[in-house]
């Protein structure tokens, strides 16, 4: 399964692409209305919940959305991307998904995720920068540096793998030492971020089993992994990529859809327990180590003074 673009995150203030209709059929706000994500979801498939200033909500798709700050990008009538090759300055490339957790097959997709560090003089300009650069038909996705730490420091199950994955491609001298620093990022928040997106997730699963009768099996695969990754997280310090022997032929028959529903959510509620236990006994940290990963950031951001944008 490809690994989907990273979900926005909540607080994100976005322009809604569509005209939104109300109750009535009328237009409520008309396309160009901006909002904030309150609600996001776990996939792509489904929506997200914007809030207008009103206060009033509705769920919209990714695809009828789009970020503040990339919409006024492109009111100045240019396109920072095609004005620049932001793949110039990627500093870390590695592959994620199927193929990173050992679980591919013939027909698997490269997942690629990555960082990018552009010049001081992007950031300095009236067109700022995105916080990430993906493209769906080649399965892209990098942040920008700053973004991917933050994401980092909140424990983002995402961001965390791209650090641990064991396929990397390509890496600067700079993203050696922030995969070389890795551990700082691994605190208590696993518990949260895994656990909460996997029960999140789940609960999305059975909506779809109850509406529609069936689920994507993928989906309940790789929540399992998710689990089962974060309890190791929390009891070695460490964060599982590729799946251990033991596990793989479990999860394939789940998502080959061989295993019955009813047990793959005892097997998922197993986890939750064990990943409870394993939070009780952790000795991860509380927090992220803020002051070194922001020293990181700006030496990072120094040596970008200097280069061309161009």
Known sequence: MPTPPPILPIGTAVVVLVDVRGGNGRAAHPKGTAGVVVSAPADMEHAYRVRFPGGDEASLKRREIEVLKHYHASAYGVDPLSRDDLRRFVIYRCIVGSRAYGLDHGESDIDRRGIYLPPAAMHWSIFGVPEQIESTETEECYWEL???????????????????????????????????????????????????????QFRKLEQDLRTKGTIKWKHAMHLIRLLLAGIRALESGELPVRVEDEHRASLVALRDGVMPWEDADRWRLDLHERFERAFERTRLPERPDYERVNGFLVRARRSMVESPST
């Open 146 to 200: 700053q973004k991917f730490l933050g994401l980092a420091l909140k424990a983002n199950p995402n961001v965390l793998e791209a650090l641990y994955t064991p396929l990397v491609e390509f890496e600067t001298p700079l993203s050696a030492e922030l995969r070389g620093m890795r551990s700082v990022f691994l605190t208590r928040l696993v518990y949260q971020t895994f656990n909460g997106y996997a029960m999140s």
